[in-house]
């Protein structure tokens, strides 16, 4: 019997081990529109996660994270939504952050699961940053020389002539108006495109995509936290309950908490608390900086208990970089760059932004039957509005005096009202008290979304679905229970592309852009010529254009061009 016992042991644990050993090592590489920035500038970058063992892109995360970090501290934080292991998003730098280099880093859960994870090896890229608002520094941070000295630490390679650029197998010319991109490989290629300012600042030496990949082929065994689960999906959000005392935390163990972000669309998933009171929402990635709605269903309002939610973020040492090299003849360069930082966060909206491809939130996918209010009377109670005109929804009043309201439910060949509980949601956010739906004002509601099926959000079971979506998306006028936190929320970047598209045919915008051309994401066929028009901005300069990339078999792509605007 105990051999019996010790064989359906190993049988269990030996996929678990080769389940550790057989993870893919991934490594993130970040390209950056450029890589020097003045204080309240936006940082556009462009993300490859890589399979470091075969080179090419990875499959396994859904999304990565990235901090801009001092040598102790955090500035800013991001996270980027990946599809097949690439992702684009932005940082908008602080006004406050002091003068001096900086560590771009990006990493997945993958990489927090690792034993021993090098947060700041070829993982993260230098990033200077200029505040032309104060004469804060970074403490040792920055080295001031003649303007001799300046000169002579530039790169002698010649602009448009960068060491490493694979020209035989990617080309780019600048014709007057735009670009033209030539893919001479047989496969597609994904890149980031970016044209910018060249107005004489010191690169940071940063190693290209084709470096980072050398030093990934290096990677040794690489040991696993098995307690850290990939994030295949989206992002895992992890969080705790809050409120009680830990003696208090069993009698919650087992109940639904619910997240959820209010807005037209439906952002909602479950946990269930565990016994020691942990929760982790397994979502899709939740897009842009929101509210967060986090409440359990059920409590008791006497508990006081909420649910408290968890930073994602490493926030790891990281080693110093070399201190930023400062000179006077950099004086009117950073008057001209502070001007163009500030003209352009108030004159540009984020209209003149490309969104790109991002997946889809099927949580509530399939048919639904929508009411659109303002094509009916209006009735000044929710109840008359089911009686008069939603034949899918009732209100029943049960011995307790409590109302349920119940969806008739289109199941297969069946069809009636389901006595079970169904999920009302007010802007996307549920809403457990049912009474409170009843009692809110129809005057305030856009829209009634009603999803006549069974539905599933994570383990727990709904008898239909009813979304009531109002005009501002934002429950106006609704009191939350005391057991219910609304709380800032940081979600993946929307993946834009900063093309100037809308302002080649606008004439009234002052254009003093120092990133004329941004495109996080671009795909080209194989053997493909692509021409990208170029809007001029109203200066004079030289300016850089760099394409890099990675092509479907993993041939790491570079080139780089450079032109005059007299």
């Not at 602080?94 to 021993?116: C, D, H, I, M, S």
């Not at 008791?300 to 006077?328: G, Q």
């Not at 004329?516 to 004079?540: F, M, N, S, T, V």
């Amino acid at each position: 019997m105990k051999k019996i016992l010790y064989l359906l042991a190993a049988a269990l644990l030996f996929p678990i081990g080769l389940y550790a050993q057989g993870r893919v090592v991934e490594r993130t590489y970040l390209s950056t529109d450029k890589d020097v920035y003045v204080a309240g500038d936006v940082l556009w970058y462009s993300a490859f996660c890589l399979d470091a063992a075969k080179g090419t892109l990875s499959p396994v995360s859904s999304v990565a994270y990235v901090e801009l970090r001092s040598p102790d501290a955090v500035v800013c934080t991001g996270k980027v939504a990946l599809l097949e292991g690439r992702g684009a998003g932005r940082l908008q730098l602080p006004p406050t952050a002091p003068t001096g280099n900086y560590r771009l880093v990006a990493y997945t859960a993958q990489n927090k699961a690792e034993e021993g994870y090098d947060f700041t090896g070829l993982a993260s890229k230098t990033i200077s940053v200029f505040n032309v608002y104060s004469n804060e520094r970074q403490k040792d941070g920055v080295d001031v020389v003649t303007d001799a000295e300046y000169d002579g630490l530039r790169s002698p390679v010649e602009p448009g002539m960068t060491e490493g650029s694979d020209r035989a197998s990617l080309s780019l010319r600048w014709d007057g108006d735009g670009l033209t991109l030539v893919n001479a490989l047989d496969t597609p290629a994904t890149l980031s495109i970016s044209v910018f300012h060249d107005d004489g600042f010191l690169s940071n030496g940063n190693p290209t995509l084709a470096d980072f990949l050398s030093g990934c082929r290096g990677v040794g065994p690489v040991r696993f936290d098995d307690s850290v689960v990939p994030e295949y999906e989206g992002e895992i959000i992890r969080g705790h309950v809050a409120g009680v005392s830990p003696e208090k935390l069993p009698s919650l163990a087992g109940r639904y908490a619910f997240i959820s972000t209010p807005s037209d669309k439906s952002d909602v998933y479950t946990s269930v608390i565990g016994e020691d009171g942990r929760v982790e929402f397994f979502t899709g990635n939740i897009y842009g900086h929101k509210e967060c709605v986090c409440e359990i269903e059920g409590v008791d309002a006497s508990l006081n208990c909420y649910i408290e939610l968890e930073s994602p973020f490493a926030t790891s040492r990281v080693a110093a970089v070399e201190p930023l090299k400062m000179a006077p003849s950099l004086k009117e360069a950073l008057a001209a760059r502070s001007f163009a930082m500030q003209v352009e966060r108030r004159f540009t909206p984020d209209t003149l932004y490309d969104l790109l491809r991002v997946r889809e939130n099927g949580l509530f996918g399939g048919d639904e039957v929508v009411y659109l209010l303002d094509d009916y009377t209006r009735f000044p109670t929710m109840g008359e509005v089911f009686i008069e005109f939603v034949p899918e929804i009732r209100a029943r009043r049960w011995s307790d005096r409590s109302r349920n309201i119940q969806v008739r439910l289109e199941d297969g060949t069946e069809s009636g009202f389901s006595r079970d509980t169904s999920l009302m949601m007010l802007d996307g956010v549920p809403v457990f008290d049912q009474q409170k739906i009843l009692d809110y004002d129809p005057l305030l509601v856009e829209s009634i979304h009603i999803y006549p099926h069974t539905m599933f959000i994570g383990t727990r079971v709904f008898s239909g679905v009813v979304n009531f979506v109002t005009y501002k998306h934002n429950l106006p006028a609704f009191r939350f229970g005391k057991n219910v936190r609304v709380i800032g929320y940081q979600g993946v970047d929307w993946p834009l592309a900063a093309t100037g598209t809308a302002l080649l045919s606008e004439e009234a915008y002052p254009d003093y852009r120092q990133t004329i051309y941004w495109h996080p994401l671009q795909e080209i066929a194989a053997g493909a010529a692509l021409r990208i028009p170029c809007k001029k901005p109203d200066y004079k300069g030289r300016f850089r254009v760099v394409a890099e990339g990675l092509s479907a078999d993993g041939t790491p792509l570079r080139a780089e061009t450079s032109f005059v605007l007299e």
